[in-house]
Each structure stands twice: as structure tokens, then as C-alpha cells.
């Protein structure tokens, strides 16, 4: 499992190729005044394809990516699955005694999802603990190979973060990880925590309502106690999406192949199908003028399995019988919460009680891609929940994270 350095090198008739496919983009019709109820506004898709075809330059936010990401590539065996090419950011803190942590980030994102608190967690300080931070891309995603075989799920997607660890020598590290990265990094703490995953964290904090026979405390509650403000606003933010927003999920937990198509072979279908998450699913964020959105697509589209490959996680972990909204949170390990008002699930924190708990760090203001939307709270959590008088403090052994 020899380490291979990588840097993003896109071919140029790859680019040409896009730059042509978006001069062909038909553009559907719009109702009057339909702004965002029927889905992206027709303007703000006539603008961005204009300017990814025109305006954007690949090769600029390329080499950018190439300078600020330490990239590599690995092969890791995935039993039953052969071997697989995976891509990965790996830096190291200047702090020797660092506390290793392993970043998973879900759908519709990507290895990119670290970059803005990458240079944050490797930073050393007296005040707080610093972090060896590897950033893995799922099979699938990115430039890391697709699975070839059925059955990929949620436990191979773990097999392979753990064992990229262990191959960067990291025999003991910390988890963090958002949507699919919350189930990926549980099923770590699962399946290798205590003897390897140390801790667990997430920004995704999900859970069904606590009954009777399982969470008997917190169902008492739910009875005798009324809802926050807050909280109320939490659910209305579910309702909203289980009503308005979720089509996606069951599409692609059902028929991803015939999804696929139109991801593969229209980049205007594709800016479409992701954008609209990374709007209604942020906390008006942004999003640095177009630009930082299309190099997000970009990631995508130049993909090495291609934009179809990253959408089979739903289907494959449906097929396990469970949905995302099921597993429940790792109770072998200390862990800890970030809580951001417009996450897709906001739940009354009395509904993730668990005596594992260490850690609880509550937002004023952040959505579903907290790394990029609000990434100094999200580490600012992360150093919290490690720093001395922690519960979590020591808890890889010999790595306190300080000086």
C-alpha cells in the first residue's frame, strides 16, 4: 500500500469538452415569479453556465487547489471488493504529539469539504490542541477509484478510512465527519473504536424520537416538557425538508443508474442537481460569487468514476434496510456535537442524550456544510472537545494535541 503523491492535472480536451457541452445547454421555461419554489431560478442557471463556460478558470482554481491541498494516493484492499486507488489529503501539524483525526465528508460533497479548516486544525498554540488531519475521498468520489461490485456500503466506506489510517501509521485517531460522513465514521466507531477510533464527533447530529423502551428518561420528557422556541424551529426545519426537499434521496436510493445519465453526460443538469442543495441546504451562505461553486461542480464533473458513481451510497445502504436517520450515534466512545440552525435535522438535544456525550457546542447561525460555511466554530468545537479538563482530553494516548 505505497503512498504516491498527486496533484489534480485535468487533460485539455477534458476542458474543452465541458466548455463545448455548456455552449449546447437548453434551457427549460420558468413560470412567472417562481423564484425558488419550483427549484433554481432559470437566471441564476443561465448565469452560472455562462460564466463556467466563459469566465471560469479551471486551470487558476487547479493550481490553487494543487498549492493549498497535500494530495496522494493510495491502494487499500476492501475485502470482497479487490483493490482500490484511493485519493486523500494528508497534512501533518508542525506539533509532534498532534492528535491524528480522520475528516469523511458525505454527498453532494467531496474532499474539498476540508480546505477551509485544514490550515485551521494543523495550527499549534499553547491555548489549544493541534490536529494531524486526513482528509479521505470515498470510493467513488473525486479521484478516488469507483467500487466495481454491488454491495458497497456504509461498512466498506468505513473499512477503508480506518485501514488508510493504519497504512499512514495513525494506529490510534479521532473521527469527525457530516451526512454520509456521520454514518461512515459511527460504523468506525463501531466496528474499530476503543482499540483504534478514539472519539467521535459530528455536525450532523441525527436521531429518532426516544421511546419508552429505549430512551426512557428522554421520553418521560418529551411528555411532561414542551419544545423551545428553538427547538420547534428544528422540526419545522425536518418537516420542511421530509416534505419539500428529499425527492433526491429517494431517487437516488432507487433508480441511481438512470439518475446517472443526465449527471454523466449534462453539466448543466449536474450545477443543477447541486446546487440547489448547497442553497437551500446552507444558512445564506455566499458561496463566493459562482466561483466557488463551480469549482465544487468541477470537482465533480471531472471526476475519475464520473458524477454517477458518487450517488450509489444511497442506494447501496437502502438496500441494507436502514435509513440515515437510524443509526444512532457510537456508544463505545466519547463524542461530541455541533449544532447549526439550518443543518437538514436540528433535533431537540434531548432526543440525542446518551452518557457518552462530551461534548455539546450549540451555533447561532450555519447550515449543512459547517466546514465551509462556518469552519472557525466548527474547529473551534473540535479544540473544545479535545482541550485540557475535556472528558475527551488524552484520549489518543501520547497525543494531547499540545506542544
Do not use: C
Amino acid at each position: 500500500m505505497a503512498e504516491t503523491p498527486f496533484k489534480i492535472a485535468i487533460p485539455e480536451e477534458s476542458v474543452a469538452r465541458l466548455k463545448q457541452k455548456l455552449s449546447l445547454t437548453v434551457f427549460p421555461d420558468e413560470l412567472e415569479d417562481a423564484g425558488w419554489e419550483y427549484g433554481v431560478p432559470l437566471a441564476d442557471m443561465r448565469r452560472m453556465v455562462a460564466r463556467w463556460k466563459d469566465g471560469y478558470d479551471w486551470r487558476k482554481h487547479e493550481a490553487a487547489l494543487n498549492e493549498e491541498l497535500p494530495q496522494f494516493t493510495r491502494d487499500i484492499d476492501v475485502e470482497g471488493h479487490g483493490t482500490l486507488n484511493i485519493h486523500y489529503i494528508h497534512q501533518k501539524s508542525a506539533v509532534v504529539d498532534a492528535i491524528p483525526l480522520l475528516f469523511v465528508h458525505g454527498w453532494p460533497g467531496s474532499f474539498l469539504e476540508v480546505r477551509k479548516i485544514l490550515p485551521l486544525l494543523i495550527q499549534g498554540s499553547a491555548e489549544h490542541p493541534a490536529f494531524h488531519v486526513v482528509a479521505v475521498g470515498l470510493p467513488g468520489f473525486g479521484f478516488s477509484e469507483a467500487p466495481k461490485k454491488k454491495g458497497f456500503e456504509i461498512t466498506q466506506y468505513a473499512e477503508v478510512g480506518h485501514k488508510l489510517m493504519l497504512a499512514l501509521g495513525y494506529n490510534d485517531y479521532v473521527v469527525q465527519g457530516g451526512d454520509w460522513g456521520y454514518a461512515i465514521t459511527t460504523k468506525i466507531a463501531d466496528k474499530y473504536g476503543k482499540k483504534h477510533a478514539k472519539a467521535w464527533h459530528t455536525n450532523f447530529p441525527v436521531a429518532t424520537p426516544p421511546s419508552a423502551r429505549s430512551k426512557p428518561l428522554a421520553f418521560l420528557s418529551n411528555l411532561l416538557s414542551s419544545y423551545t422556541p428553538q427547538e420547534q424551529e428544528g422540526l419545522k426545519r425536518l418537516q420542511w425538508y421530509m416534505e419539500k426537499s428529499s425527492g433526491y434521496y429517494r431517487q437516488q436510493s432507487t433508480q441511481p443508474q438512470t439518475l446517472g445519465y443526465s449527471l454523466a453526460d449534462s453539466p448543466a443538469g449536474l450545477l443543477a442537481w447541486i446546487y440547489e442543495k448547497l442553497v437551500v441546504y446552507s444558512d445564506e451562505y455566499p458561496w463566493e460569487q459562482d466561483d466557488e461553486v463551480l469549482t465544487w461542480m468541477s470537482i465533480y464533473w471531472f471526476s475519475r468514476a464520473g458524477p454517477a458513481a458518487a450517488v450509489r451510497i444511497y442506494y447501496e445502504h437502502t438496500k441494507t434496510g436502514q435509513t440515515i436517520w437510524e443509526i444512532k450515534p457510537p456508544s463505545n466512545v466519547p463524542i461530541g456535537f455541533s449544532y447549526f440552525p439550518k443543518e437538514i435535522v436540528h433535533l431537540p438535544r434531548r432526543w440525542l442524550r446518551q452518557s457518552n456525550v462530551v461534548f455539546e457546542g450549540e451555533h447561532a447561525s450555519g447550515g449543512h456544510f459547517a466546514s465551509f460555511e462556518k469552519p472557525k466554530e466548527l474547529v473551534d468545537d473540535l479544540r473544545k472537545m479535545f482541550s485540557r479538563g475535556s472528558r475527551a482530553f488524552g484520549v489518543v494516548p501520547g497525543k494531547t494535541g499540545y506542544a
